[in-house]
């Protein structure tokens, strides 16, 4: 089950390789936007119901921080963070394309529902031991994606401090922490399957 969630913070072009994958400069300082909490579906054998008319959605496998108290300057990730999952941030790549070139906001691209599907959470290894093991997003059986959060281009400090100093962090705040490459489209039939290490956390099948 999936405990109370507030805000979805998420962080944009957090692995070089999937900066460079999509022609995206690395960025300076982190790239934060947000999914309503409604986004939110638990990731456990679940049938997803994504648009279907407008244009390609593709998903983005990434590691999941659950905050479980209030952020001051000065906190640790440690300290902050309780529980970590694993979740998929799908975005209609069509859509997003359309609306950079605009210069409007992502949420159009990135808050449909259904769109941030998360697996339940698991204790929080601590800073030391997260990079222990990679997490892997399955498609049809086959490993899509494959990442290590000692590839961030931001640690998960720099992210809690970044959102922390600027909107606030409080118990129940998740953070998707960005995806590595590997990036592609998800259609009706194909499914997904969320590892860590040798453990597969969820699952689910696009209808």
Not at 4 to 24: D, F, Q, S, T, W
Not at 82 to 99: E, K, N, P, Y
Not at 161 to 180: C, K, M, N, Q, S
Request: glycine residues 12%; charged residues 25%.
């Amino acid at each position: 089950m999936i405990e109370m969630i507030r805000n979805v913070y998420c962080v944009g072009r957090n692995y070089k390789l999937h900066a460079a994958e999509l022609g995206n400069e690395v960025p300076t300082e982190p790239m934060i936007f947000m999914k309503p909490s409604h986004a939110v579906v638990p990731l456990e054998d679940a049938v997803l119901a994504l648009p279907k008319d407008q244009g390609e959605v593709h998903y983005e496998g990434e590691i999941v921080i659950r905050i479980a108290r209030d952020y001051v300057p000065g906190a640790v990730v440690d300290d902050l963070v309780d529980q970590m999952a694993l979740g998929i941030d799908f975005t209609l790549r069509d859509v997003q394309s359309v609306i950079k070139k605009k210069g409007h906001p992502w949420t159009a691209a990135k808050g449909f529902k259904n769109s941030a599907p998360i697996t339940g959470f698991i204790p929080f290894p601590g800073t030391g031991s997260v990079t222990e093991k990679d997490f892997t997003v399955l498609k049809n059986n086959e490993e899509v994606q494959r990442g290590n959060a000692r590839d961030m281009i931001f640690s998960l400090q720099e992210i809690v401090d970044y959102i922390g100093a600027r909107y606030g962090l409080g118990e129940g705040d998740v953070i998707f922490t960005g995806t590595p490459a590997g990036v592609g489209p998800a259609s009706e039939g194909d499914t997904f399957a969320l590892g860590w290490g040798e453990e597969q956390l969820g699952s689910c099948r696009i209808s």
